[in-house]
């Protein structure tokens, strides 16, 4: 879950969250999916924490693999 700060000027009531009212200067959890519904109208929510990036890294994983010894024949 994501948090969000209301910054709005007065309580809200917020159905997304159960019709909840939610108060000035108050953080309050959200779906990660709702973050960005949320922060994009900066006068009323501020983001606080965003979701948490839950694709894999795009970095490979691959067990690193050791070289065998060489051998001089001389």
Known sequence: MARVRYVGPEPV?????????VQPDEIVEVPDERFEGY????????GIEEP????????????????APSSKEG
């Open 39 to 46: 922060v994009c109208q900066p006068k009323n929510w501020e």
């Open 13 to 21: 009531s917020v159905p997304e969250l159960g019709g909840r009212e």
């Open 52 to 67: 948490k990036d839950e694709k894999p890294s795009a970095k490979k994983s691959t067990p690193a693999v050791k070289a």
